[in-house]
């Protein structure tokens, strides 16, 4: 049997990169998986691209509507959610006085506002056993150059997971946070210009224990298994998957 057969999944920021990598293994393990995006050409060949059962819903996570019409589709089309991976979200660099009231907004309306409601607009759907896996950054555990934005908000993500694992208490649906180091994604990659990229990368990699960047599938891997049930009695955890890279 599939680690995830019978159970209905659904993983934002799916178009590409670390969510688009988990939307396939979870379909592959047989949830149905409901992904969604701000971009919808790019979302619908996300979808194409995965063998399963999966519904591409495009959308905004800062938008509270937006929210609203995914999760009513949900519970129109399967009743509930077991399994959430609330891993949208975006950064850019800006060194501290350069920081401009634009770039803390979008960073905060979508790594923070949308992460929390996401969250809390899932929970009428979820029933004990469920899973919810937020994405949180070795950025949040250690200082960057023109980064403290982004840093800041992953902060924020740890911290909302100490805290809802209270407020859930007995309801048996568990929160982890999952925290990938440098990993080669096309977010990761548009941080800098184009031909900048293969030294930014080798850059990154010089910072690993284990001398290489990581791979989205990599992180796919751990995502299943906090979303499945070999991780029932893990909750509240950031799981690093970082080469190492925020252990030393």
Not at 114 to 122: A, E, N, R, Y
Not at 213 to 220: C, K, R, T, Y
Request: glycine content about 12%; hydrophobic content about 45%; cysteine-free.
């Amino acid at each position: 049997m599939t680690k995830l057969s019978g159970k209905v999944a659904l993983v934002t920021g799916a178009n590409s990169g670390i969510g688009l990598a988990s939307a396939r293994r979870f379909a592959a393990e047989g949830a149905v998986v409901y992904i969604t995006g701000r971009r919808r050409a790019e979302l619908e060949e996300a979808a194409a691209s995965i063998v399963g059962a999966v519904i591409p819903v495009p959308g905004d996570i800062s938008d509270l509507s937006s929210l609203d019409r995914l999760y009513a589709q949900i519970e129109a089309e399967q009743g509930r959610l077991d399994v959430l991976f609330a891993n949208a979200g975006l950064g850019s660099f800006s060194p501290l006085g350069d920081i401009t009231e634009d770039h803390f907004d979008d960073t905060f309306d979508v790594n923070v506002k949308g992460t929390l409601f996401t969250v809390q607009k899932t929970l009428p759907l979820m029933r004990s056993g469920g899973s919810i896996i937020l994405t949180g950054s070795t950025a949040g555990s250690r200082g960057a150059p023109a980064f403290s934005v982004y840093a800041a908000s992953k902060a924020a993500i740890r911290s909302f997971a100490r805290n809802w694992i209270i407020d859930l208490g007995k309801t048996g649906i568990r929160v982890n946070i999952l925290s990938p180091g440098p990993i080669e994604t096309p977010g990761a990659q548009g941080l800098v210009e184009p031909d900048q990229r293969a030294q930014f990368l080798a850059e990154l990699a010089s910072t690993v224990p284990l001398g290489r960047v990581g791979q989205p599938s990599e992180v796919a891997s751990v995502a299943l298994f906090l979303a499945s049930d070999d991780s029932s009695f893990v909750n509240g955890v950031e799981l690093f998957v970082d080469g190492g890279s925020a252990q030393v």
